[in-house]
């Protein structure tokens, strides 16, 4: 039985046939996998290349085991070289834009490519924001808190401290490190 974080996965998985669960129906799931965009020494990543940041975080929040598999051009050394996706209600985006603007970073409205204008949207119908963080000079908990405090922000895709374990693949085959899951309460 697998649960999916986006609806493209979700028919990816049908297509094959695989039994797919809907997520708003567990409360728990025993193990999460999926990738990132970026992922840092401290096992700290960056999720929402495909939009689905919110989605992946509740899964990834709700697993007891989550795993990241990245091949090794993805490890990085500071998390904020790469662009930060935001989620955030289409109601609130130019108020969102300007208050992380205020911040002193830049937003960047993602738009859609290969013939379709606007925006991309989630799955949860939110628009993406990516954010040029390089020039935040604390920690990214921090950041990830700053940002979660402005009206219309769904969520950020820092995965601060989320993963057990990580798999990153190169010429040399697979790495494993440890994450840096931190101990939940009822953990």
Do not use: H
């Not at 738009?111 to 040029?132: H, L, T």
């Not at 000079?137 to 969520?155: F, H, N, V």
Request: aromatic share 6%; glycine share 12%; charged share 30%.
């Amino acid at each position: 039985m697998f649960v999916a974080s986006s609806m493209d996965t979700a028919l990816k998985l049908k297509g094959r046939g695989a039994k797919v669960m809907d997520a708003s129906a567990l409360d728990s799931l025993d193990i999460y996998i999926d990738g990132a965009d970026a992922v840092d020494w401290e096992g700290n990543a960056i999720k929402g290349g495909g939009a689905a940041l919110f989605r992946e975080k509740v899964l990834a929040s709700m697993s007891k085991f989550f795993t990241i598999i990245i091949d090794e051009e993805k490890l990085v050394k500071d998390l904020r070289e790469r662009p930060l996706p935001v989620e955030v209600d289409p109601f609130a985006l130019s108020f969102v834009v300007r208050k992380i603007e205020e911040l002193g970073m830049s937003a960047f409205i993602r738009q859609a490519k290969e013939g379709k204008q606007g925006p991309i949207f989630s799955d949860s119908c939110r628009v993406i924001v990516d954010v040029d963080i390089r020039n935040w000079g604390e920690d990214l908990e921090k950041l990830d808190a700053e940002l979660k405090r402005i009206p219309g922000i769904l969520e950020t895709g820092l995965f601060i401290g989320m993963a057990d374990v990580i798999l990153i693949g190169g010429e040399g085959g697979i790495a494993r490190r440890p994450g840096g899951r931190r101990v939940r309460k009822g953990s």
